[in-house]
Nanobody, 122 residues
Framework: QVQVAESGGGLVQPGGSLRLSCAVSGSAFSISDVAWYRQAPGKQRELVASIPSRGSTNYADSVKGRFTISRDNAKRLVDLQMNSLKSEDTAVYYC????????????????WGQGTQVTVSS
């Protein structure tokens, strides 16, 4: 069974920093595209940042210059470094991972983590 688990959320003051981590476990041939999403109360889930298997990173305009997404394929980790946090960054953050289960020719399957709460408040 493939599992995607986020960690690192919590309560932080405005202007502070947090680092979220996403760990992928279970049997898989390779990881394709990875991304972080977030969902604030009463709002739709939105893309925060993504890294394709090949290509450059992509960020939502609201987090550009403050957040950095990174991946370690060997360790199957996807991190999100969040700096200069604002109250409007408060949300549940979800890791999204595309996995090829058995070979490079398989279409990637989409997996979500359970989410981790980030609260920015004084």
């Amino acid at each position: 069974q493939v599992q995607v688990a986020e960690s690192g959320g919590g309560l932080v003051q405005p202007g502070g920093s947090l680092r979220l981590s996403c760990a992928v476990s279970g049997s898989a041939f390779s990881i394709s595209d990875v991304a972080w999403y977030r969902q604030a109360p009463g709002k739709q889930r939105e893309l925060v940042a993504s890294i394709p298997s090949r290509g450059s990173t992509n960020y939502a305009d609201s987090v550009k210059g403050r957040f950095t997404i990174s991946r370690d394929n060997a360790k199957r980790l996807v991190d999100l470094q969040m700096n200069s946090l604002k109250s409007e960054d408060t949300a549940v953050y979800y890791c999204n991972v595309g996995l090829r289960r058995y070979s490079a020719y398989d279409p990637p399957l989409n997996y979500w983590g359970q989410g981790t709460q980030v609260t920015v408040s004084s």
